[in-house]
């Protein structure tokens, strides 16, 4: 990991190595070879002219030519002695033949020199300027550039390797396919894995929790329904027990009523469980069709008055003649009937449904004047196998599955359901929130499969 780091900081630091020492040998010399060149034809320029003006008046000079000559060629001249200027014997030979030259090594700076008639003395023009000896702005800017052309190709040559190195990485991101999960794909392998990773993480480990709590329900199911085949198995063992010859002809027939009760229970509690199956793992398919949904809960409601003859049931609607419902709608009276029933079985006397009609959705709820949910078991009561405890009789708390397979109705058509307490009837108060028309569904496989539950 470290070396991982520390690699491209390598490799910068030595762009920059590189690049200072280019402008340092490379750019820097010629830059000074130009400019000597040019101080040196300018300086060669004047000694010239300075020499011819002297050549017309025979070498002879007086204070008011050589001011005049400072002011038009612009720079300082001085009348010196040659033996006093410290130059090499060459290039004294080179000034008496010449007559003038320029020096480019002066103590102050670059130097011309006119020698005179006697040979011993002479005029030096200067010292000239040297600016090829500072660092300017331009210098800065090309020193600048230099460094941003090598670190920019650095740069782009590591980011061109990690996008080649991620690019795997962000192709098997096209592969991924999760309900519920939105990638926002992006052009760079960089920036889109940084943008969708996080996401991809996360949804996994919601899957991982959902999967964990899955096995868990998945447990606490086959926990339940082994105690629930308890009873009806236990009551086949006793009855079997006293089937025998000497048992007298009416108690066989009670003994064979008990075990065709019993039996009837564990074929009702297994298709109960199938049933819940099928709505909690998708695999029942939807059959979609348009209803009125009030026609609907007063057919409900006719079919649960033959049970519970002595209870009151009263149906609001708005609008008044009902709503149409593009749903299944098996599956819908499957989910009304339960909870319609649930209600009738712990009210007293009444049980209202109220059908509530928005631009888009609908609710449905079913309240009662019983006595109520306790708000710590509004949640369970939607688990299977959950009964309160005040309902532990089977004839009257049924298999607790009721409420988990409503649950498990409406989820199917994208909808929520919860319990509250009903404050029109001081009992509970059951909400189905869902959309008025489901989108169609692709036929599922096992569509040929038994599907009633």
């Given at each position: 990991m470290i070396r991982k780091?520390?690699?491209?900081?390598?490799?910068?630091?030595?762009?920059?190595?590189?690049?200072?020492?280019?402008?340092?040998?490379?750019?820097?010399?010629?830059?000074?070879?130009?400019?000597?060149?040019?101080?040196?034809?300018?300086?060669?320029?004047?000694?010239?002219?300075?020499?011819?003006?002297?050549?017309?008046?025979?070498?002879?000079?007086?204070?008011?030519?050589?001011?005049?000559?400072?002011?038009?060629?612009?720079?300082?001249?001085?009348?010196?002695?040659?033996?006093?200027?410290?130059?090499?014997?060459?290039?004294?030979?080179?000034?008496?033949?010449?007559?003038?030259?320029?020096?480019?090594?002066?103590?102050?700076?670059?130097?011309?020199?006119?020698?005179?008639?006697?040979n011993e003395s002479i005029l030096k023009l200067g010292p000239y300027d040297a600016p090829y000896f500072y660092v300017t702005v331009r210098d800065w800017l090309v020193y600048a550039f230099v460094l941003l052309l090598l670190n920019g190709s650095i740069l782009y040559g590591l980011y061109y390797l990690n996008q080649r190195n991620l690019r795997p990485a962000s192709y098997a991101l096209d592969k991924v396919q999760f309900d519920g999960l939105a990638l926002n794909r992006q052009n760079y392998a960089v920036q889109d894995l940084a943008t969708n990773i996080p996401k991809l993480v996360e949804h996994i480990n919601d899957l991982r929790k959902e999967h964990q709590q899955s096995l868990y329900n998945q447990r606490d199911l086959m926990h339940a329904v082994a105690h629930e085949f308890r009873g009806p198995m236990a009551r086949l063992s006793f009855a079997l027990d006293l089937f025998n010859d000497k048992t007298s002809d009416a108690r066989k027939e009670k003994l064979t009523t008990d075990m065709h009760d019993a039996l009837d229970e564990l074929d009702a509690l297994v298709r109960e469980v199938l049933g819940y199956s099928r709505l909690k793992h998708g695999q029942h398919p939807l059959q979609l069709s348009e209803f009125n949904i009030k026609e609907l809960t007063e057919d409900v409601c006719d079919k649960v008055k033959t049970i519970h003859n002595n209870k009151q049931f009263v149906i609001y609607s708005q609008p008044n003649q009902g709503s149409m419902l593009y749903a299944d709608k098996n599956l819908i009276e499957r989910a009304l009937i339960n909870l319609v029933r649930n209600a009738a079985r712990f009210s007293i006397s009444t049980v209202q449904i109220n059908l509530t009609q928005y631009n888009e959705s609908i609710d449905i709820q079913v309240e009662d004047d019983g006595p109520g949910i306790p708000p710590g078991k509004r949640k369970r009561i939607f688990e299977p196998f959950t009964r309160l405890d005040f309902s532990r009789n089977r004839d009257s708390g049924g298999a607790g599955l009721g409420l988990a397979i409503a649950k498990g109705i409406i989820s199917r058509h994208h909808g929520k359901i919860w319990a509250e307490d009903s404050r029109v009837l001081n009992g509970a108060l059951f909400t189905i929130s869902m959309p008025l028309k489901q989108l169609d569904n692709a036929v599922s496989k096992d569509q040929n499969q038994e599907s009633d539950v």
């Amino acid at each position: 990991m470290i070396r991982k780091i520390f690699a491209p900081l390598l490799v910068l630091i030595v762009a920059n190595i590189l690049g200072g020492t280019f402008v340092y040998y490379v750019y820097f010399p010629w830059v000074f070879d130009i400019g000597e060149k040019e101080v040196k034809d300018n300086i060669t320029s004047d000694a010239r002219e300075l020499n011819f003006r002297l050549s017309i008046l025979d070498y002879n000079h007086s204070p008011q030519t050589i001011a005049r000559a400072e002011y038009e060629l612009e720079t300082k001249i001085t009348s010196e002695k040659l033996s006093d200027l410290n130059l090499d014997k060459n290039i004294k030979d080179e000034l008496k033949q010449n007559r003038y030259l320029v020096y480019m090594n002066g103590e102050d700076g670059p130097i011309g020199l006119v020698i005179l008639n006697d040979n011993e003395s002479i005029l030096k023009l200067g010292p000239y300027d040297a600016p090829y000896f500072y660092v300017t702005v331009r210098d800065w800017l090309v020193y600048a550039f230099v460094l941003l052309l090598l670190n920019g190709s650095i740069l782009y040559g590591l980011y061109y390797l990690n996008q080649r190195n991620l690019r795997p990485a962000s192709y098997a991101l096209d592969k991924v396919q999760f309900d519920g999960l939105a990638l926002n794909r992006q052009n760079y392998a960089v920036q889109d894995l940084a943008t969708n990773i996080p996401k991809l993480v996360e949804h996994i480990n919601d899957l991982r929790k959902e999967h964990q709590q899955s096995l868990y329900n998945q447990r606490d199911l086959m926990h339940a329904v082994a105690h629930e085949f308890r009873g009806p198995m236990a009551r086949l063992s006793f009855a079997l027990d006293l089937f025998n010859d000497k048992t007298s002809d009416a108690r066989k027939e009670k003994l064979t009523t008990d075990m065709h009760d019993a039996l009837d229970e564990l074929d009702a509690l297994v298709r109960e469980v199938l049933g819940y199956s099928r709505l909690k793992h998708g695999q029942h398919p939807l059959q979609l069709s348009e209803f009125n949904i009030k026609e609907l809960t007063e057919d409900v409601c006719d079919k649960v008055k033959t049970i519970h003859n002595n209870k009151q049931f009263v149906i609001y609607s708005q609008p008044n003649q009902g709503s149409m419902l593009y749903a299944d709608k098996n599956l819908i009276e499957r989910a009304l009937i339960n909870l319609v029933r649930n209600a009738a079985r712990f009210s007293i006397s009444t049980v209202q449904i109220n059908l509530t009609q928005y631009n888009e959705s609908i609710d449905i709820q079913v309240e009662d004047d019983g006595p109520g949910i306790p708000p710590g078991k509004r949640k369970r009561i939607f688990e299977p196998f959950t009964r309160l405890d005040f309902s532990r009789n089977r004839d009257s708390g049924g298999a607790g599955l009721g409420l988990a397979i409503a649950k498990g109705i409406i989820s199917r058509h994208h909808g929520k359901i919860w319990a509250e307490d009903s404050r029109v009837l001081n009992g509970a108060l059951f909400t189905i929130s869902m959309p008025l028309k489901q989108l169609d569904n692709a036929v599922s496989k096992d569509q040929n499969q038994e599907s009633d539950v």
